[in-house]
């Protein structure tokens, strides 16, 4: 039997506020909130630009290790691939996700 996860796509979202996080919520605690009543995050912003290495191992730190993540690949493996640089490119972005991927919770 598979396994059903559900989490959102984004979790900053300062709408969220007395909705989803208490009110008086600081957003850097946005992420450790989260993750005390989801198990799965799906990040975009890597879309637009190649996530860093010490930014993702800072999100799964704020985590509490309790998520898994997928995460977008970046737009120049998709959509505006360059057939010159597109090596770099995967280069770039497998480095990036790299403390996803060593930790286990790198999701699909």
Known sequence: MAELR???SGYDYLDWR???YPAGTDRRDFLSF???RFSTLEL???YYRIPEPAQLAGMLAKSGGN???SIKAHESLTHRVDPTTWKDSVAAYR???APLAESGRLAP
């Open 6 to 8: 559900i989490g959102t």
């Open 67 to 69: 998520l898994d993540f």
């Open 34 to 36: 989260y993750g005390t």
């Open 95 to 97: 480095n990036g996700i």
């Open 18 to 20: 007395e909705s989803f």
């Open 44 to 46: 975009n912003f890597s």
